[in-house]
Nanobody
Framework: QVHVGESGGGLVQVGGSLRLSCEVSGLTFRSATVGWFRQAPGKEREFVATHRGYGNRAYYADSVTGRFTISRDNARNTVYLQMDTLKPEDTAVYYC???????????????????WGQGTQVTVSS
């Protein structure tokens, strides 16, 4: 059984930083694509960033490029999302998602990921 668990959310001031962690178990982590999505109140879920195990490459939404960094530690089965220069519009519930065999064109699509965590709240205060 696959388990996805997020941690690291919280309250931070504008311009501050947070690091989210996502631990995944029950699948071949080294080959998995593990990503982050977020959903703000009244808005649809949106793609944030993902890290593809195959090819060891990261992909980002335009809105976070240059501010967020996704990385992975295969020894710990964990993916991290370092969030810097946070803005009020980054406030949302952040979800970690994992999947196997994702093709390039589906990396930013939530439905392509088979396994999801419960989410962690990130609040950026101004």
């Amino acid at each position: 059984q696959v388990h996805v668990g997020e941690s690291g959310g919280g309250l931070v001031q504008v311009g501050g930083s947070l690091r989210l962690s996502c631990e995944v178990s029950g699948l071949t982590f080294r080959s998995a694509t593990v990503g982050w999505f977020r959903q703000a109140p009244g808005k649809e879920r949106e793609f944030v960033a993902t890290h593809r195990g195959y090819g060891n490459r990261a992909y980002y939404a335009d809105s976070v490029t240059g501010r967020f960094t996704i990385s992975r530690d295969n020894a710990r089965n964990t993916v991290y999302l370092q969030m810097d220069t946070l803005k009020p519009e980054d406030t949302a519930v952040y979800y970690c998602a994992a999947g196997m065999g994702l093709i390039l064109s589906s990396l930013r699509t939530g439905s392509a990921y088979a396994h999801w965590g419960q989410g962690t709240q990130v609040t950026v205060s101004s």
